[in-house]
């Protein structure tokens, strides 16, 4: 499984912003995709994981009800919609893949930048 992920940028602050994590790979049905995201000087976070089999969503409470995670099977994407974007959204966001039976993320894409301005 590979991942490529895109669609950051500067945006202002109350913008909306969408995230793709393009998912490659022999299989990946039994897979959980996650969002991550890491500010300069601070800890990675988990932003939400979804299930690939089974569309089965979590989000961090940080983000809920701000950002929506979905998959599109037909593009084999997950994207990650960010609305309502807050200064302390800035961060690089990562997409990375592991195995429901497995705790660890081993399969990580690049990151994508996201700024907001406030």
């Known amino acids: 499984v590979q991942l490529q992920a895109s669609g950051g940028g500067l945006v202002e602050t109350g913008d909306s912003l969408r995230l793709s994590c393009a998912v490659s790979?022999?299989?990946?049905?039994?897979?959980?995709i996650g969002w991550f995201r890491q500010a300069p000087g601070k800890e990675r976070e988990t932003v939400g994981t979804?299930?690939?089999?089974?569309?089965?969503?979590g989000y961090a409470e940080s983000v809920e009800g701000r950002f929506t995670i979905s998959r599109d099977k037909t593009k084999n994407t997950v994207y990650l919609q960010m609305n309502d974007l807050k200064p302390e959204d800035t961060a690089v966001y990562y997409c990375?893949?592991?195995?429901?039976?497995?705790?660890?993320?081993?399969?990580w894409g690049q990151g994508t930048q996201v700024t907001v301005s406030s």
């Open positions: 990375a893949a592991r195995q429901i039976i497995m705790n660890v993320y081993k399969i």
């Open positions: 979804i299930r690939w089999s089974s569309g089965s969503i």
């Open positions: 790979g022999r299989s990946f049905g039994s897979y959980i």
